[in-house]
């Protein structure tokens, strides 16, 4: 059977399937749709399929094997050199398709964000989008194809990515034997790159360290030390993590504040629902909105002292009910 380590995705995995059924594959795609639900997943799973003399992706057979451990001769991954793919590597890229394939019928290319990619790298692409040799198949990754020229969108195929059920999420991590599956399988919005890396003991710690910031900031107390502690972490996710750990508080919060029971941090319902009642429905959606701002500008902003401290002010601030209300006389 084809794809089975990858959960969910049934409408990628069928057309995939068919593709290695014919033995015709389209000479570029695009894989397109969320951060974090499994695109390059399934595209390596693809390239070893593509590779493998069975027509499998981890049959076991040396071909397979070698793709696992990322050293197939003829499968490559392009990928950011910090915050862009750089006319190197596109080179690079150019350079391995011109080449016969080694050991299997394709050169397969994926070029993981490959809305990272320089203008400049973008362009030197375009040809070998559209017209490769025979023998190549590239595949792009993105979660930001409106970041993506038009002229390399229109040479590639797409096949779009939706979020995974809490569910499917759920049975994978109840699988892994993973500790508080049930909560990470909620937090973890549909995305099971998220899932897993919650999964880790050391980053599901700082989630709990976030939390606390999170529901601080809930109830009204601004720390800008939280934000200068934030931007100092080593880990280089530190921001990110942080603002989906906000992010899916808020969301929460906006729920029960509008009487939905149904939460993702099952973990601190009493805290949440303690909290909820402080502000206005909309006043949590709306800080939803602001932290989603915040959050899509963490993948391309370098610095983001100013984003964070400005955020955490606006977040901070309680527009009570009460105080909303008019003067009791
Ligand atoms: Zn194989």
């Known amino acids: 059977m084809l794809f089975e380590r990858i959960v969910g995705h049934n409408a990628p995995k069928r057309m995939l399937s068919r593709?290695?059924?014919?033995?015709?594959?389209?000479?570029?795609?695009?894989f397109w749709g969320p951060e974090g639900v499994g695109k390059k997943f399934l595209a390596l799973h693809f390239a070893q399929a593509l590779a493998c003399p069975n027509k499998l992706d981890g049959c076991g057979c040396s071909s397979c094997k070698q793709a696992e451990f990322g050293v197939?001769?003829?499968?490559?991954?392009?990928?950011p050199e910090g915050e862009s793919i750089k006319i190197g590597g596109a080179r690079t890229m150019i350079e391995v398709s011109t080449l016969n394939p080694i050991s299997s019928p394709w050169v397969v290319n994926i070029v993981d964000e490959a809305d990272r990619l320089t203008p400049e790298a973008a362009n030197s692409l375009l040809k070998l989008l559209e017209e490769p040799p025979s023998t190549v198949v590239n595949i792009l990754i993105t979660s930001r194809p409106h970041f993506l020229p038009p002229t390399i969108l229109s040479r590639c195929l797409p096949v779009s990515f939706g979020f995974l059920s809490q569910k499917e999420i759920l049975r994978e991590l109840s699988e892994k034997k993973v500790e508080d599956a049930e909560v990470i399988s909620r937090v973890a919005s549909g995305r099971m790159g998220d899932a897993l890396y919650w999964a880790r003991p050391e980053n599901w710690k700082r989630r709990g360290k976030y939390l606390g910031t999170g529901l601080q900031?809930?109830?009204?107390?601004?720390?800008?030390s939280a934000s200068d502690a934030l931007l100092k972490e080593k880990e280089k996710r530190a921001v990110t993590d942080f603002l989906k750990v906000l992010l899916s508080l808020w969301r929460d919060l906006a729920l029960l504040s509008a009487g939905v029971k149904e939460i993702a941090n099952i973990d601190?319902?009493?805290?949440l629902l303690s909290l909820s009642g402080e502000r206005a429905a909309e006043d949590w959606v709306k800080g939803c909105f602001q932290i989603e701002e915040v959050l899509e500008l963490s993948y391309t902003t370098v610095n983001m002292s100013m984003l964070i401290v400005s955020l955490l002010i606006s977040l901070g601030q309680r527009k009570t009910r009460e105080r909303s209300e008019p003067f009791a006389t």
């Open 217 to 224: 900031l809930a109830s009204g107390n601004v720390s800008l």
């Open 19 to 30: 593709v290695l059924e014919t033995g015709r594959p389209f000479h570029s795609y695009l």
């Open 72 to 79: 197939h001769p003829d499968l490559h991954l392009i990928l």
């Open 268 to 271: 601190q319902e009493k805290n």
